[in-house]
């Protein structure tokens, strides 16, 4: 089967950096990416990996391990407004995309 | 930067009606996609159509049906409407550009929230 896997919920410090892990199990691959949602609201593209290494993008960044099957989300210099969900999603040799059930981000003062 | 609009953004109906909701993707994008997202889930894939054409196919109920037009708007239409069908719609927009990385990201609307009573 075909699944991403995510923590559900993660807290951490206003300054501070937190990582957030991504693994998946596709039939094929063709680019992860991660979406920030705040709660009732649409998910917000924040960046697309298909070759593996990092990307940067300001404060976040997000990295690709292909033979791993895993990503990570890299959020630095954290904001009360970084208070979100964050969803993996994987699309696959059918070029739908595969979401994770997100991980909820709690800042804390 | 224009974004993808979707209309209404809440719909309150009760069960056995019927209700549409309306996409209009970002300029230039040809490529639509809806999702369901109930409270706590994931977005739940159900449409999508590509250059007026259906694409892929999802969890999209049978009650359901949805087409893309001439403009590329699209419109999902909903029937025989179930409690369970209360949730977030979104829609989502994407070129369909050829090669290149980051091609068909998708761009999400504000969603329509449906409640069914």
């Known amino acids: 089967g075909q699944n991403i896997d995510q923590p559900t919920e993660m807290t951490a410090t206003e300054g501070a950096i937190v990582q957030i892990n991504c693994t998946y199990q596709?039939?094929?691959?063709?680019?992860l990416f991660w979406y920030q949602q705040h709660a009732g609201e649409a998910p917000t593209f924040l960046s697309y990996n298909v070759l593996d290494g990092l990307e940067e993008k300001g404060r976040f960044s997000s990295f690709l391990s292909r033979s791993k099957g895993y990503s990570y989300l890299l959020l630095k210099e954290l904001q009360m407004k970084d208070s979100a969900s964050y969803l993996c999603a994987v699309r696959g040799s059918n070029y739908q995309l595969i979401w994770g059930a997100g991980t909820k981000l709690i800042i804390k003062p | 930067a224009a974004g993808v609009i979707q209309s209404p953004r809440h719909l309150i109906k009760e069960k056995r009606e019927t209700a549409t909701l309306k996409c209009y993707p970002i300029p230039r994008h040809d490529t639509v996609y809806w999702y369901q997202q109930g409270p706590g889930q994931d977005p739940q894939f159900l449409i999508s159509f590509y250059e007026k054409m259906q694409s892929d196919k999802g969890s999209i109920p049978d009650r359901f049906s949805a087409q893309q037009f001439s403009d590329y708007h699209s419109e999902l239409n909903m029937s025989s409407l179930e409690l369970g069908d209360s949730a977030l719609y979104f829609c989502?927009?994407?070129?369909?550009?050829?090669?290149?990385?980051?091609?068909?990201?998708?761009?999400f609307g504000p969603g329509t929230r449906l409640t069914v009573l």
């Open positions: 989502a927009s994407s070129p369909r550009t050829s090669g290149g990385l980051g091609a068909d990201t998708q761009y």
């Open positions: 596709t039939s094929g691959f063709n680019g």
